[in-house]
């Protein structure tokens, strides 16, 4: 499960209420910090190979302040374990990737993987959709599930499927190309600016239209600064 970034806005959702199911590492980072750009590969590799069983978020301290004053981060980076809503460990600094495994090993260990949680890690639809079988609201099984249906162009159960759980960064980004896809467009292969400027004369009076411009957005990477671009040339045409 990749990365998520968490605003202050998602905080309770991304991070809080999805700590109910597995471990969430929240790394709090900024660009200007060096240390931050050396620890980041390092803890997206560990978690990563956690398969789902903890799940890394990371927080722009720069554009999140209130996620960094909810933590008193005083110095970054700054890494914190949150199970069952609860900071159960942490460190600051950028530690080696030894004790950043030692570190997420600790925090995995509070989780037991269930079998639901091995049959996800397989990854295919039917390993998927026997975890449902066991437990119909886990969240990695429905992700990893809907992200295949809109690949084999079932959009439509993708989108039913995403409606079992809150709504997060990941699923927002899934729900988004179901949707597309519904409507028989394709994000990955389109000239998306060119989309982009033609849906940005019709968003105001166009609700499918804005619809479409807001999910061609959320289809770009977070990092994308056509993202924040096009946002604040949509707020410019709506208000």
Same mark, same amino acid.
Request: proline share 6%; with cysteine; hydrophobic share 45%.
């Given at each position: 499960?990749?990365?998520?970034?968490?605003?202050?806005?998602?905080?309770?959702?991304?991070?809080?209420?999805?700590?109910?199911?597995?471990?969430?590492?929240?790394d709090?980072?900024?660009?200007?910090?060096g240390?931050?750009?050396?620890?980041?590969?390092?803890?997206?590799?560990?978690?990563?190979?956690?398969?789902g069983?903890?799940?890394?978020?990371?927080?722009n301290?720069?554009?999140?302040?209130?996620?960094?004053?909810?933590?008193?981060v005083?110095?970054?980076?700054?890494?914190? #374990?949150?199970?069952?809503?609860?900071?159960?460990? *942490?460190? !600051?600094? +950028? %530690?080696? @990737?030894?004790? $950043?495994? =030692?570190?997420?090993?600790?925090?995995?260990?509070?989780a037991?993987?269930?079998?639901?949680?091995?049959?996800?890690?397989?990854?295919?639809e039917?390993?998927?959709?026997? #975890?449902?079988?066991?437990e119909?609201?886990?969240a *990695?099984? !429905?992700? +990893? %599930?809907? @992200?295949?249906? $809109?690949? =084999?162009?079932?959009?439509?159960?993708?989108?039913?499927l995403?409606?079992r759980?809150?709504?997060?960064?990941?699923?927002?980004?899934?729900?988004?190309?179901?949707?597309? #896809?519904?409507?028989?467009?394709?994000?990955a292969?389109?000239?998306?600016? +060119?989309?982009?400027?033609?849906?940005?004369?019709?968003?105001?009076?166009?609700?499918?239209?804005?619809?479409?411009?807001?999910?061609?957005?959320?289809?770009?990477?977070?990092?994308?600064?056509?993202?924040?671009?096009?946002?604040?040339?949509?707020?410019?045409?709506?208000f």
């Amino acid at each position: 499960m990749p990365a998520l970034d968490v605003t202050d806005a998602t905080f309770e959702s991304d991070v809080l209420a999805a700590s109910d199911e597995a471990p969430v590492v929240v790394d709090l980072w900024a660009p200007w910090c060096g240390p931050c750009r050396t620890l980041g590969p390092i803890i997206e590799k560990v978690v990563d190979e956690t398969n789902g069983a903890v799940r890394l978020a990371k927080v722009n301290v720069d554009e999140n302040p209130q996620v960094s004053a909810a933590f008193q981060v005083q110095s970054i980076p700054a890494v914190f #374990a949150i199970s069952k809503r609860k900071v159960v460990d *942490g460190f !600051i600094g +950028a %530690l080696p @990737e030894p004790q $950043v495994r =030692d570190f997420v090993g600790r925090v995995g260990g509070a989780a037991t993987p269930s079998e639901a949680d091995e049959l996800v890690a397989k990854g295919d639809e039917a390993s998927l959709r026997a #975890a449902l079988e066991l437990e119909p609201d886990h969240a *990695g099984a !429905i992700v +990893a %599930l809907a @992200e295949l249906l $809109v690949d =084999d162009q079932r959009p439509e159960e993708a989108l039913t499927l995403l409606g079992r759980i809150p709504e997060n960064a990941e699923t927002r980004r899934i729900a988004a190309l179901a949707r597309l #896809a519904a409507s028989d467009q394709d994000a990955a292969t389109s000239d998306v600016e +060119a989309r982009l400027d033609g849906l940005l004369e019709r968003v105001k009076e166009d609700e499918d239209a804005r619809r479409e411009f807001l999910d061609l957005l959320e289809t770009l990477p977070t990092e994308d600064p056509r993202r924040a671009t096009y946002r604040r040339a949509l707020s410019s045409r709506l208000f």
